[in-house]
């Protein structure tokens, strides 16, 4: 009985691997796809944009015909925004992580579902301090951040113990924009993605509430505590309960 050499066994590692570069090139092309179908909707917005200037102008902003076109661009623009939102979800392939290591990958976007560039994220604990051992990340131009813990026996330690950390986004101003209400627990061997929504409850200072000279230090670096503008937060800090 002949046997056809191509017939050979395959490995489960490499049956694996090819999946796992299928899925990857699936998650390209449907980014590709969401991207064209942003730009198709950016089309329709400046189309509407012009009948709605008209209708404003002939029959005035109250008129029903001017604020549909109104309305049709408020929908139009929010539906484009979650299109590229989800393109941007798409185009993050999954980092790889071994069996020593935790990240904590994502984004962080406003309220509008803008990535934020220039955010430091990283973990602290329930009085407010930097968990040092574990990093920080920068977003970049998308909002998106990566943050790679690899420091063995301190990384087994927090698993073991199930420290809770909780996730805190900043300026570089050390002004703190978000932090968690659950926490998050680092395990090695594990990828946790994260997609973070600045809600805009807490805005830009203005430029007379921003020290003269304030300190000196690496804006890529988180701060020691977590601070806003009235100073130092201690966030998840417990009451003890009245007796």
């Not at 929010?78 to 990958?105: C, K, Q």
């Not at 301090?129 to 813990?149: I, K, M, S």
């Not at 087994?156 to 900043?170: I, M």
Request: charged share 25%; glycine share 6%.
């Amino acid at each position: 009985m002949n046997v056809n050499p191509s017939l050979r066994p395959v490995a489960p590692e490499e049956v694996e691997r090819s999946f796992e570069s299928q899925v990857a090139g699936f998650d390209a092309f449907r980014s590709e796809a969401l991207l064209s179908l942003v730009r198709l909707r950016e089309v329709k917005t400046s189309q509407t944009t012009r009948q709605y200037e008209f209708a404003k102008k002939m029959y005035g902003a109250d008129d029903p015909r001017t604020q549909q076109f109104a309305a049709e661009l408020a929908l139009n623009g929010r539906f484009t925004m979650e299109l590229g939102a989800e393109a941007d979800r798409a185009g993050a392939t999954a980092p790889n992580v071994d069996a020593h290591s935790w990240i904590l990958y994502g984004f962080v976007r406003n309220a509008d579902l803008v990535g934020q560039p220039e955010l430091t994220v990283a973990l602290y604990d329930t009085q407010g301090r930097w968990v040092e051992a574990l990093g920080h990340a920068c977003t970049d131009e998308r909002g998106y951040f990566e943050l790679r813990a690899s420091i063995g026996d301190a990384l087994s330690r927090f698993a073991e113990s199930r420290v809770q950390f909780f996730l805190c986004v900043v300026r570089p101003n050390q002004e703190s924009l978000h932090t968690d209400r659950s926490a998050t627990v680092p395990e090695a061997g594990v990828a946790l993605y994260r997609e973070i929504i600045l809600d805009g409850s807490k805005p830009c200072l203005p430029p007379s509430e921003v020290p003269a000279n304030p300190p000196d230090q690496d804006p890529t670096r988180p701060p020691t505590d977590v601070k806003d503008s009235r100073g130092t937060v201690k966030r998840g800090v417990r009451k003890k309960p009245s007796k």
